[in-house]
């Protein structure tokens, strides 16, 4: 288990042996909060969640450069990719992933922002165990090395949820965690960008 971060903690990411992280896995996942529903015959069916996990990758002057998600499962430079849609959040471990070679990410990115949005306009109230981790995808066994818990409810359908920041050679993780409204990755950038 990797370190479990607080709203706006921020974690180098350089390897115990002083090298720069390069393959990285961001996690996402989380779990249905809405009531069950009843279906044909009065049997019980869980409530389906469907958030989307997308990456927004911003310059230096914050204007946004490229963006991964399900409609786009690959970033322009080649260095990120999105593994696909999960419609539900059933099920453990993380619900959506996106692979991020830190190496081969553009000169031009300064800061990837993470976020998940409820296409279907569903609440947060309606989430828990909501959480997004970085995994060291270079390191055999795939060891976690960082775990921000979201425990933020209300009535927002979206979640500007972690970052990774260049600095100096490497890069930074830090954990965002603020509410936002949006259906698309596109309807959140301007919220991501406040937070560069």
């Given at each position: 288990m990797g370190l479990s971060l607080q709203k706006g903690q921020s974690l180098s990411l350089t390897k115990k042996d002083g090298g720069?992280?390069?393959?990285?896995?961001?996690?996402?996942?989380?779990?249905?909060?809405?009531?069950?529903?009843?279906?044909?015959?009065?049997?019980?069916k869980a409530a389906e969640v469907d958030l989307d996990a997308s990456a927004i990758f911003f310059d230096a002057?914050?204007?946004?450069?490229?963006?991964?998600?399900y409609g786009q499962l690959a970033s322009k430079d080649g260095s990120s990719k999105h593994t696909g849609d999960n419609l539900?959040?059933?099920?453990?471990?993380?619900?959506?992933?996106?692979?991020?070679?830190?190496?081969?990410?553009?000169?031009?990115?300064?800061?990837?922002?993470?976020?998940?949005?409820?296409?279907?306009?569903?609440?947060?109230?309606?989430?828990?165990?909501?959480?997004?981790?970085?995994?060291?995808?270079?390191?055999?066994?795939?060891?976690?090395?960082?775990?921000y818990q979201l425990t933020d409810s209300g009535n927002h359908t979206a979640m500007i949820m972690a970052k990774v920041a260049r600095e100096g050679s490497g890069w930074t993780f830090k954990a965002l965690g603020e509410r936002a409204q949006g259906r698309t990755v596109m309807d959140l950038i301007p919220t991501a960008a406040r937070t560069l």
């Open positions: 720069a992280l390069s393959k990285t896995r961001l996690g996402l996942g989380w779990d249905s909060a809405a009531p069950v529903k009843r279906g044909l015959f009065g049997t019980k002057n914050g204007n946004a450069l490229d963006q991964v998600w539900t959040g059933a099920g453990e471990g993380d619900d959506e992933v996106i692979l991020v070679n830190l190496q081969a990410v553009s000169p031009a990115v300064q800061q990837i922002v993470f976020v998940i949005s409820s296409y279907s306009r569903q609440t947060f109230d309606q989430v828990e165990n909501a959480f997004c981790r970085l995994v060291d995808d270079s390191t055999p066994g795939s060891p976690e090395i960082a775990r």
